[in-house]
């Protein structure tokens, strides 16, 4: 019987490739603007490269870059590249189609909902209250709340406990297979690969379930507790 689903937040809930994508590249030509002599490519593998080192979700990135380049900050260019991100980072941050029906749909049938995610506390909460998705979950776990990465169990395993689920009461739907996927079979959930979030290229997902689109989800949660009603 499943009473519960789990979120992986970035491309499962949000594309958040396509939106990050848009911001630095706003960004970057705002810093070209603003006196920044490099062109577009250049400064393009720099940020990429300080996102290889820092990770992805490394908030401090147009700081680093122009430190390295100037061994200082130019708060000119700076302020021209944040301001840029920002804008172009709230414009492309919506949701992937469907996924507002099917929470809402979700809800509907007192299925409880949670979000695992990787990014740290301030980040996610930032995009869930901005995609107004904040007052839908019944618990959400972030970096801060473990400091452990999926597929490690640890997240997995606060998730439950505070939604007061057992693992085999739950989905764990995400994008990522060796991080959402392994980890949440570990602890003994049900698993559904977001393939429409893809961004590894990612053949076989080892879930129990594919989807292509959200909108499958509810679908799932009906045949899983038709079949539990038959037993």
Same mark, same amino acid.
């Given at each position: 019987?499943? &009473?519960?689903?789990? $979120? /992986?937040?970035? &491309?499962?809930l949000? #594309? ?11 960004? *970057? ?10 062109t577009? @490519? ?10 290889? !080192?820092?990770?992805i !979700?490394?908030? &401090?990135?147009?700081?680093?870059l ?7 900050? #130019? ?15 709230e414009?492309?941050?919506v ?14 049938? +007192? ?6 995610s990787d990014?740290?506390?301030? !980040?996610?909460w930032l995009?869930?209250c901005?995609?107004? $998705? +904040? ?5 959400v776990?972030?970096f ?9 169990? @640890?997240? $997995? ?6 939604? &007061? ?6 989905l764990?739907i995400? #994008? ?9 079979a ?5 698993? *559904? ?14 879930? /129990?379930? =594919?989807? /292509? #689109?959200i ?5 799932i949660?009906?045949?899983?507790n =038709?079949?539990? +009603?038959?037993?």
């Open positions: 019987m499943i &009473n519960a689903v789990i $979120f /992986d937040l970035d &491309n499962t949000v #594309d958040f490739m396509l939106m990050k994508k848009q911001a630095v590249n706003a960004a *970057v030509h705002a810093m070209r603007d603003a006196g920044f002599k490099l577009a @490519e250049e400064i393009h593998k720099r940020i990429d490269d300080i996102y290889n !080192e820092r990770g !979700e490394f908030q &401090n990135v147009f700081d680093e122009l430190y390295r380049e100037f061994s200082k900050i #130019d708060y000119k260019i700076l302020s021209a590249g944040v301001i840029a991100y920002r804008r172009a980072r414009a492309a941050l949701p992937y189609p469907h996924v507002t029906m099917t929470l809402i749909e979700l809800s509907k049938m +007192h299925i409880k909902l949670g979000v695992v990014a740290p506390a301030k !980040e996610a995009r869930l901005y995609l107004n $998705f +904040h007052h839908l979950f019944d618990a776990i972030t801060d709340d473990t400091h452990k990465r999926k597929p490690n169990p @640890e997240p $997995f395993q606060k998730i439950l406990q505070q939604m &007061n689920i057992k693992p085999e009461e739950s764990m995400g #994008d990522w297979e060796e991080r959402d996927v392994v980890g949440a570990k602890v003994g959930m049900k698993t *559904v690969f977001a393939r429409y979030g893809n961004t590894f290229g990612t053949v076989t997902s080892n879930a /129990d379930y =594919d989807i /292509d #689109d909108a499958q989800l509810a679908g949660v009906r045949k899983e =038709d079949e539990h +009603h038959k037993r």
